[in-house]
């Protein structure tokens, strides 16, 4: 015998209960009303001893006041309402097993109990089980008890338990013969039954019958068919079987239930499951059903924790009826937003949390709730029919709620009826708590990858860029890969595409350290190889969790050359626009970052306006199970197809590759797909003007007239007099600080008007604060003014100072 069996047999009336146990009261009422069962757990609870309770009208000594009221406290899972009241489930006439919560009232004072009661069939004189707990014992912890452990006693005393213990598994759930001896006893004597309780559902869940009560009654029912078709006369006993119109309804009632839970949550699509939660239930269990979730469930946002108020914006997200098309679409659209006032039957279910049933909607209420319709008249819509208001609720947090309404020729919602919205709600809430928090973690995952991700503009100096990223997984949207394109002085551009092994967080936390490394060595404008150095360098001092593949490439489009070095990454193709053939580049494979120790090599490619260059990670060629040369000779062939745009030829390579993987028999695509095309367009000799000027300063002059020569030429008057100033002011500079090799100034006309003036001194230029009496440090000064953009940077042979000037529109 364990603890709790011995402080249910020795315990007082106030001694706590062992944690995970509720001691129960048990009574059983005969045929007559009058009770033949009154446990120990009913002397503490109700009071009156053993011997005074036996015999005595169950309505004597279980007076009820009635059921709790929604304004009282409901700080559990409260189970008002549950079933017909105390009161009339003692008085006889109860067929199936109910539930609730009452207020009686004891020799101890007014007690909130929860009560259930269980009819027993057979040819004993007993006719009810009714079992009883003080409320206050479910509030112990955390509030919410899942699940009663039991006791099992080995013994009773209770006349006539072995006949009971037979039909207990009649109307208990998932109990045997055998289980119901031991258990009939503890029931009877102990007050520890097996009981569920659900955080997320009213308690208690009702039980189904059993599988052997539905079989014997499928068989009684097909006895009768057969006596039937044959004319003869149905024997009373198939008549008189118990399975009556309330047991069939209950039976029916958890069968829709148990198919509506089949029906929704079948995708973790928000807005596929608001239309599976309403089309559930329309027209079985009501004929109208609208659908409302607060503002931030539809955006898939976190919400403050509280009670909805008056405020409080509700989505009407759904609407499904049975009425003739259209005739609630322009009185109640869906996608309209509005709060409800205090006093309506909606806010009170949603701040409550409890379902709120109106039998009937008088012309009144019908009155009242179109005045929160502007201009609009729902009253034809509503008055007459019978409404029910049940909460959409997840973790005690009302997400939403259902306006459930049906037509005045069908009857109305009942006690049943309300159970019933509110297991269904209890369920639709959970799948759309699970679509919400769902939606809220892929808008976190998106909007952290897009953040990691440059926003890249489709023309840079010399050439058209198109890039793609695709993640692995639905369920894993951020990933490791990364491309990116860095403007460098010169016009020319830096190509990057990069893959950190792993996949999730860790792994995209690593690739925005290594992105953000890359380009700011890329603005240094270090040499390939010696970015790659330095990249393995920093990947090392990180940590050695993390290995990284990167393939950086330098096009200068005046040289018309691409400069590139490999670090384990796969090779780029480069499509030639002579002939359209492509070719994977035969590139020194390298060691990925992270390895440290092995050295990088670069090479040059000589490029011709309008050949392509595709770089991508190992996602789009590779799946496992296939080789990669098989990725890589699909990537080759599908980037030489012809494309209207350079969107239209990223798209071309993917669907390719999807479809040789596909074919293949090899399944969708598990890892993340980063992908960049560069048109390499180049910049014409006739658009690039270079000068050589001698460290004297008489060449300032010159050098303002060649720009203004220049310029006047391209048919760009309209910049003379600025670039002219700034080119000035940058050649001054250079004759000053430059030590022996001359100086030299160039303009490219492409997107923008760049000048650079070259000198072979290697410190850089800052800008000063230059005071009105200063002679230096004004004329950075007036480069950041009157330039659209302007920098620095170090060569092998000193310093370039450069700016840009936008082009006067054509």
Same mark, same amino acid.
């Given at each position: 015998?364990?603890?709790?069996?011995?402080?249910?047999? #020795?315990?007082?009336?106030?001694?706590?209960?062992?944690?995970?146990?509720?001691?129960?009261?048990?009574?059983?009422?005969?045929?007559?009303?009058?009770?033949?069962?009154?446990?120990?757990?009913?002397?503490?609870?109700?009071?009156?001893?053993?011997?005074?309770?036996?015999?005595?009208?169950?309505?004597?000594?279980?007076?009820?006041?009635?059921?709790?009221?929604?304004?009282?406290?409901?700080?559990?899972?409260?189970?008002?309402?549950?079933?017909?009241?105390?009161?009339?489930?003692?008085?006889?006439?109860?067929?199936?097993?109910?539930?609730?919560?009452?207020?009686?009232?004891?020799?101890?004072?007014?007690?909130?109990?929860?009560?259930?009661?269980?009819?027993? %069939?057979?040819?004993?004189?007993?006719?009810?089980?009714?079992?009883?707990?003080? *409320?206050?014992?479910?509030?112990?912890?955390?509030?919410?008890?899942?699940?009663?452990?039991?006791?099992?006693?080995?013994?009773?005393?209770?006349?006539?338990?072995?006949?009971?213990?037979?039909?207990?598994?009649?109307?208990?759930?998932?109990?045997?013969?055998?289980?119901?001896?031991?258990? %009939?006893?503890?029931?009877?004597?102990?007050?520890?039954?097996?009981?569920?309780?659900?955080?997320?559902?009213?308690?208690?869940?009702?039980?189904?019958?059993?599988?052997?009560?539905?079989?014997?009654?499928?068989?009684?029912?097909?006895?009768?068919?057969?006596?039937?078709?044959?004319?003869?006369?149905?024997?009373?006993?198939?008549?008189?079987?118990?399975?009556?119109?309330?047991?069939?309804?209950?039976?029916?009632?958890?069968?829709?239930?148990?198919?509506?839970?089949?029906?929704?949550?079948?995708?973790?699509?928000?807005?596929?499951?608001?239309?599976?939660?309403?089309? *559930?239930?329309?027209?079985?269990?009501?004929?109208?059903?609208?659908?409302?979730?607060?503002?931030?469930?539809?955006?898939?946002?976190?919400? *403050? &924790?509280?009670?909805?108020?008056?405020?409080?914006?509700?989505?009407?997200?759904?609407?499904? !009826?049975?009425?003739?098309?259209?005739?609630?679409?322009?009185?109640?659209?869906?996608?309209?937003?509005?709060?409800?006032?205090? !006093?309506?039957?909606?806010?009170?279910?949603?701040?409550?949390?409890?379902?709120?049933?109106?039998?009937?909607?008088?012309?009144?209420?019908?009155?009242?709730?179109?005045? #929160?319709?502007?201009?609009?008249?729902?009253?034809?819509?509503?008055?007459?029919?019978?409404?029910?208001?049940?909460?959409?609720?997840?973790?005690? @947090?009302?997400?939403?709620?259902?306006?459930?309404?049906?037509?005045?020729?069908?009857?109305?919602?009942?006690?049943?009826?309300?159970?019933?919205?509110?297991?269904?709600?209890?369920?639709?809430?959970?799948?759309? &708590?699970?679509?919400?928090?769902?939606?809220?973690?892929?808008? @976190?995952?998106?909007?952290?990858?897009?953040?990691?991700?440059?926003?890249?503009?489709?023309?840079?100096?010399?050439?058209?860029?198109?890039?793609?990223?695709?993640?692995?997984?639905?369920?894993?949207?951020?990933?490791?890969?990364?491309?990116? *394109?860095?403007?460098?002085?010169?016009?020319?551009?830096?190509?990057?595409?990069?893959? @950190?092994?792993?996949?999730?967080?860790?792994?995209?936390?690593?690739?925005?350290?290594?992105?953000?490394?890359?380009?700011?060595?890329?603005?240094?404008?270090?040499?390939?190889?010696?970015?790659?150095?330095?990249?393995?360098?920093?990947? #090392?001092?990180?940590?050695?969790?993390?290995?990284?593949?990167?393939?950086?490439?330098?096009? &200068?489009?005046?040289?018309?050359?691409?400069?590139?070095?490999?670090?384990?990454?796969?090779?780029?193709?480069? @499509?030639?626009?002579?002939?359209?053939?492509?070719?994977?580049? &035969?590139?020194?494979?390298?060691?990925?970052?992270?390895?440290?120790?092995?050295?990088?090599?670069?090479?040059?490619?000589?490029?011709?306006?309008?050949?392509?260059?595709?770089?991508?990670?190992?996602?789009?060629?590779?799946?496992?199970?296939?080789?990669?040369?098989?990725?890589?000779?699909?990537?080759?062939?599908?980037?030489? !197809?012809?494309?209207?745009?350079?969107?239209?030829?990223?798209?071309?390579?993917?669907?390719?590759?999807?479809?040789?993987?596909?074919?293949?028999?090899?399944?969708?695509?598990?890892?993340?797909?980063?992908?960049?095309?560069?048109?390499?367009?180049?910049?014409?000799?006739?658009?690039?003007?270079?000068?050589?000027?001698?460290?004297?300063?008489?060449?300032?002059?010159?050098?303002?007239?060649?720009?203004?020569?220049?310029?006047?030429?391209?048919?760009?008057?309209?910049?003379?007099?600025?670039?002219?100033?700034?080119?000035?002011?940058? %050649?001054?500079?250079?004759?000053? !600080?430059?030590?022996?090799?001359?100086?030299?100034?160039?303009? %490219?006309?492409?997107?923008?008007?760049?000048?650079?003036?070259?000198?072979?001194?290697?410190?850089?230029?800052?800008?000063?604060?230059?005071?009105?009496?200063?002679?230096?440090?004004?004329?950075?000064?007036?480069?950041?003014?009157?330039?659209?953009?302007?920098?620095?940077?170090?060569?092998?042979?000193?310093?370039?100072?450069?700016?840009?000037?936008?082009?006067?529109?054509?």
């Amino acid at each position: 015998m364990d603890r709790g069996t011995e402080r249910a047999e #020795q315990g007082t009336a106030t001694e706590p209960a062992e944690p995970g146990r509720v001691p129960l009261a048990v009574v059983v009422v005969d045929r007559d009303g009058l009770v033949s069962h009154w446990s120990r757990g009913a002397r503490r609870l109700f009071g009156p001893p053993k011997e005074e309770a036996i015999g005595r009208t169950a309505l004597d000594l279980l007076p009820v006041s009635g059921a709790l009221r929604e304004e009282q406290d409901t700080s559990y899972a409260a189970c008002d309402g549950l079933g017909p009241d105390l009161g009339s489930s003692l008085g006889g006439g109860l067929s199936y097993p109910a539930a609730g919560r009452a207020r009686l009232t004891a020799p101890r004072g007014r007690v909130d109990v929860l009560w259930w009661a269980y009819p027993l %069939v057979g040819p004993g004189p007993e006719r009810l089980l009714v079992l009883a707990a003080d *409320a206050d014992g479910l509030r112990a912890g955390d509030g919410v008890l899942e699940r009663i452990a039991p006791g099992f006693a080995l013994h009773t005393d209770f006349p006539g338990s072995e006949d009971l213990a037979r039909r207990l598994p009649e109307i208990l759930p998932s109990m045997s013969v055998g289980e119901s001896a031991r258990i %009939v006893g503890q029931i009877l004597e102990l007050g520890y039954p097996i009981l569920e309780f659900s955080q997320n559902e009213r308690v208690p869940v009702t039980p189904d019958w059993g599988v052997a009560r539905r079989a014997e009654r499928k068989a009684r029912r097909e006895r009768a068919a057969r006596a039937m078709a044959a004319g003869e006369p149905v024997p009373q006993e198939l008549r008189d079987e118990g399975d009556d119109l309330e047991y069939t309804a209950v039976r029916e009632r958890l069968e829709f239930l148990n198919e509506v839970s089949g029906r929704i949550g079948t995708s973790l699509d928000l807005s596929r499951t608001i239309i599976e939660v309403s089309r *559930a239930v329309v027209p079985r269990f009501t004929d109208v059903a609208g659908t409302y979730l607060r503002e931030q469930v539809v955006a898939g946002e976190e919400f *403050a &924790d509280g009670v909805p108020d008056t405020t409080t914006m509700w989505h009407r997200v759904a609407l499904e !009826h049975t009425d003739e098309p259209g005739r609630w679409d322009d009185v109640v659209p869906v996608g309209e937003a509005m709060p409800f006032p205090a !006093h309506t039957p909606f806010f009170q279910c949603m701040t409550s949390g409890e379902p709120v049933l109106v039998p009937r909607i008088s012309e009144e209420m019908g009155h009242a709730i179109a005045a #929160q319709f502007d201009k609009r008249d729902i009253r034809p819509l509503i008055t007459g029919r019978s409404m029910l208001v049940v909460p959409l609720k997840a973790r005690n @947090v009302v997400l939403g709620f259902m306006i459930l309404l049906r037509h005045p020729e069908r009857p109305v919602f009942n006690d049943m009826d309300r159970v019933t919205g509110a297991e269904l709600a209890a369920r639709a809430g959970l799948v759309l &708590d699970n679509a919400r928090m769902y939606t809220f973690q892929e808008n @976190v995952a998106e909007t952290l990858q897009d953040s990691m991700l440059p926003h890249i503009p489709p023309r840079m100096a010399g050439c058209d860029i198109a890039t793609r990223y695709l993640p692995g997984t639905q369920l894993g949207r951020v990933g490791g890969d990364w491309f990116d *394109a860095v403007k460098l002085h010169g016009g020319r551009t830096a190509f990057v595409v990069g893959d @950190v092994m792993g996949h999730g967080l860790n792994s995209a936390a690593m690739m925005g350290q290594l992105r953000t490394a890359v380009q700011t060595m890329a603005g240094l404008d270090l040499p390939p190889a010696q970015l790659l150095r330095n990249l393995d360098d920093l990947a #090392q001092r990180l940590g050695d969790t993390y290995l990284a593949t990167c393939l950086y490439a330098v096009y &200068d489009p005046i040289a018309s050359e691409l400069h590139l070095a490999n670090a384990g990454h796969i090779p780029p193709v480069v @499509v030639r626009a002579g002939d359209g053939r492509s070719e994977l580049l &035969d590139l020194p494979t390298g060691a990925p970052i992270g390895v440290g120790g092995v050295p990088f090599e670069a090479v040059r490619v000589r490029v011709a306006p309008g050949d392509r260059l595709v770089m991508c990670t190992d996602g789009l060629v590779e799946v496992r199970g296939e080789d990669i040369g098989v990725g890589l000779a699909t990537l080759c062939e599908s980037a030489a !197809h012809p494309a209207a745009s350079m969107d239209d030829a990223c798209d071309t390579i993917i669907r390719a590759l999807a479809v040789t993987f596909a074919e293949a028999g090899r399944g969708g695509r598990k890892d993340d797909v980063a992908l960049l095309m560069a048109r390499l367009n180049g910049i014409e000799p006739g658009d690039v003007a270079e000068w050589r000027l001698a460290l004297d300063r008489a060449e300032v002059g010159r050098a303002r007239a060649a720009v203004r020569e220049q310029l006047h030429a391209w048919g760009l008057a309209r910049l003379v007099a600025p670039a002219e100033l700034m080119a000035g002011e940058l %050649v001054t500079n250079a004759v000053r !600080h430059a030590h022996a090799r001359p100086v030299e100034l160039r303009l %490219v006309r492409g997107d923008t008007l760049l000048c650079e003036v070259h000198d072979d001194d290697h410190e850089l230029p800052t800008l000063l604060s230059a005071g009105p009496l200063d002679e230096a440090g004004r004329g950075l000064r007036v480069v950041s003014t009157l330039s659209r953009e302007w920098g620095t940077s170090r060569t092998k042979a000193g310093k370039t100072v450069w700016f840009e000037l936008t082009l006067p529109r054509r």
